[in-house]
C-alpha cells in the first residue's frame, strides 16, 4: 500500500483516509430499473425513430465503439452520413453547422452524485421547481422524469443541429422552429405518437407502464435506465486497488502525483474524479461556438450563459474520468484529441492556449466551416487567456506518463463494451448505427 502523498495537498480530511493511507470515499448510489424498462430503453437509444427525420439515434453521437461518445471533436448530427470520424456531410441534405460542444461520455450517469449535466451544466436537479428539474425551458419544463438523466437524454430531439432537423424537414422539425417544444402537439407529443405507433414498442410499454398513453418522459426515463445499467463503470483496477488489491506497478507513481504534486484532484476529486464544479482552464475554442442562431460569434463562454455571472465566463463543468483513455478528443469542444495533450495543457494552460496544435483537432470534413475564427482573433484568444483558474505546474516527461498509467488505471473494461450492446433491430425497422 502507499500513501498518496494526500497530505500535501489536503484533498482528503483525516476521516477520509485509511489506516494504509488510501483514499476512502463514501459508497455510490446508483439506479435500479427493471429488466423491461432497461430492454425498452436499449432498442429506444439506438432507434432513429426519435430524431425529427428518423436518421439519428442517441448512440449516433454517443456510441460504444467510440467510448460512450463518437470519436471526434465536433460532430455533425442532423446533415451527417456515417459514424464516428468516417461521418460526412450528407450532399442532398447539407448540416447547418457542427455541433457546438463535444458529445460527453455517458459512464456512471445513473450514479446520484450526478445532479448537473451538460458541458455547462444548464440542466440541473432543483428541489424548488414544479419538475425538480432547472433548465433552458423554464416553467415550460414538464413533470414526469424520474431522474435529472431522464431529462438530459431527451434535450438532443429538440436541437435542429443534433437530431430535430432543419427547417421545413419533419413534423417534428417544424414544431421546434416554431417553439412547440413541451406543449400538446408540441416536439415531444409528436415523438411519443410515433413510438406508440408502433405495435412492439406499445407492447414493451404496457409492461411497464400499462396501457396508458405513453407520454415523452416515459420514454425518457427508460433510456435513462438504460444509460445508467449498461455504462456503470465501478470496477476498474483503481475501484479493486480501494478494495486492498495491488494497482499495476506503472500506476503507482501516477495515483502518486495525481493526489499529490500534481494537484489534479483539486478538481478531479471524488469516487469519479470529479468536483462537478465548473472551472475555467484556457482550452482552446474551435468550431462553431455556442450560440443562438440570432448571434453572430464563434465563441463559447460557458458556465455564464446559465448564471449570468461574469464569474463564470469561459467555465466548463469538471468532467468525471472513469474510462477517460476511450473518451477522446477531450475538453468542451474536443480541442485535444490525445490523452496526454490535454494532460499536458492542464500543467500550463496560457501557454498550451497560445500554442495549440490545430493537427488535434478531428474534425468531419465541412467545406465553409469557420473552425478557427476564435483562435484567430487574439482579443478572443486574450479573453480566454485571462479567465483561466490554473497555476503552471512543472513535471518531468516520466512524471507526465506515470499520470496517464494511473488515468488507464480508471477503465472499467465491462462497461467500455456495454452490457446488452448494440442491437441488431429496432422495432421501427430503421437502420442499426
Not at 495491488?246 to 474524479?273: I, M, R, W
Not at 483562435?375 to 503552471?392: G, K, Y
Request: glycine share 8%; proline share 6%.
Amino acid at each position: 500500500m502507499i500513501s498518496c502523498c494526500l497530505a500535501a495537498i489536503a484533498v482528503f480530511s483525516a476521516e477520509m483516509v485509511s489506516a494504509e493511507g488510501l483514499p476512502v470515499f463514501p459508497q455510490a448510489v446508483f439506479s435500479i430499473a427493471s429488466d423491461d424498462d432497461v430492454a425498452l430503453g436499449h432498442l429506444l437509444f439506438y432507434d432513429p425513430i426519435l430524431s425529427g427525420n428518423k436518421n439519428i439515434a442517441c448512440a449516433t453521437c454517443h456510441h460504444p465503439k467510440f467510448g460512450t461518445s463518437d470519436g471526434v471533436s465536433l460532430a455533425l448530427g442532423e446533415g451527417g452520413i456515417g459514424l464516428g470520424p468516417e461521418r460526412r456531410p450528407d450532399n442532398a441534405n447539407m448540416p447547418e453547422q457542427r455541433i457546438g460542444r463535444n458529445a460527453p461520455a455517458l459512464f456512471n450517469l445513473g450514479a446520484a452524485e450526478f445532479t448537473s449535466l451538460f458541458h455547462d451544466g444548464r440542466l440541473e436537479a432543483d428541489d424548488s421547481r414544479p419538475s425538480g428539474i432547472r433548465t433552458p425551458l423554464a416553467e415550460e419544463m414538464v413533470a414526469g422524469f424520474d431522474s435529472i438523466l431522464s431529462a438530459q437524454a431527451m434535450f438532443p430531439v429538440l436541437s435542429g443541429d443534433e437530431m430535430a432537423g432543419q427547417y421545413s424537414e419533419s413534423d417534428v422539425s417544424k414544431a421546434v422552429r416554431q417553439g412547440f417544444l413541451t406543449h400538446e402537439n408540441g416536439a415531444w407529443d409528436l415523438i411519443s405518437a410515433r413510438v406508440a405507433g408502433i405495435p412492439e414498442y406499445r407492447q414493451m410499454f404496457d409492461k411497464v407502464i400499462g396501457t396508458r398513453e405513453i407520454r415523452f418522459t416515459d420514454i425518457s426515463n427508460v433510456v435513462a435506465d438504460f444509460i445508467a445499467f449498461e455504462w456503470r463503470a465501478d470496477d476498474s483496477p483503481f475501484d479493486r486497488h480501494l478494495d486492498g488489491q495491488n494497482l499495476p506497478d506503472d500506476s503507482v507513481a501516477g495515483l502518486e502525483l495525481f493526489y499529490g504534486k500534481a494537484e489534479c484532484a483539486t478538481c478531479h476529486s471524488g469516487l469519479f474524479q470529479t468536483d462537478h464544479k465548473f472551472h475555467a482552464i484556457a482550452i482552446p475554442q474551435i468550431g462553431p461556438g455556442k450560440a443562438a442562431r440570432f448571434e453572430a460569434h464563434n465563441r463559447d463562454t460557458g458556465r455564464i450563459r446559465v448564471t449570468g455571472q461574469i464569474e463564470d465566463a469561459y467555465k466548463f463543468r469538471t468532467p468525471s474520468l472513469r474510462n477517460i483513455s476511450a473518451t477522446g478528443p477531450y475538453g468542451h469542444d474536443g480541442a485535444y484529441s490525445t490523452l496526454e495533450a490535454v494532460v499536458r495543457h492542464h500543467l500550463d494552460p496560457i501557454n498550451s492556449l497560445n500554442d495549440y496544435d490545430r493537427s488535434q483537432a478531428i474534425f468531419p470534413t465541412f467545406e465553409g466551416a469557420q473552425d478557427w475564427a476564435i483562435l484567430d482573433n487574439p482579443s478572443e484568444v486574450a479573453a480566454i487567456a485571462a479567465a483561466n483558474e490554473l497555476d503552471p505546474i512543472a513535471l518531468e516527461d516520466h512524471e507526465v506518463e506515470a499520470i496517464l498509467a494511473f488515468l488507464r488505471s480508471l477503465s472499467d473494461e465491462t462497461s467500455l463494451y456495454g452490457r446488452l450492446g448494440v442491437p441488431d433491430r429496432v422495432p421501427s425497422g430503421l437502420p442499426v448505427d
